[in-house]
């Protein structure tokens, strides 16, 4: 009986899944090599963050405001 077959979330590509294979579940032992992220978040300076945080709390305060409005 062979090993099951995955197909790897980033580059696409089958391999077989053996026991104490070293990484991630859902990726090919060459994606799974350390150093290797594809999910870096990319820096932020001060204003993107500040820009950021305004919108957000624009959203909180106008779902605030659809979810306890009164009619009346």
């Known amino acids: 009986m062979g090993f099951p077959t995955k197909i ?3 580059c696409g590509e089958e391999f077989e899944l053996k026991p104490n294979k070293p990484g991630f579940a859902n990726r090919c032992p060459e994606c799974s090599k350390e150093g290797t992220t594809a ?3 990319p820096s932020m300076d001060a204003d993107e963050r500040k ?3 305004e919108a957000n ?3 909180r305060r106008a779902m605030r405001d659809l979810l306890y409005r009164k009619d009346g």
């Open 8 to 10: 790897c979330s980033v």
């Open 39 to 41: 999910t870096a978040k």
């Open 51 to 53: 820009t950021l945080s």
């Open 57 to 59: 709390e624009a959203r």
